[in-house]
């Protein structure tokens, strides 16, 4: 399978679901990542 980048904005902040793995990414400067 390919790797399913799916961008979501949601109240400003950037949400990554890469695979398995789901980052939140917070436009601001926050990153963190959430392991399924």
């Known amino acids: 399978m390919k790797w399913l980048q799916i961008a ?6 950037c ?5 398995l793995i789901i980052y939140h990414l917070s436009c601001p400067a ?3 990542s ?3």
């Open 8 to 13: 979501f904005r949601d109240n400003g902040s």
């Open 15 to 19: 949400v990554l679901i890469d695979r």
């Open 30 to 32: 926050t990153k963190v």
């Open 34 to 36: 959430y392991l399924y």
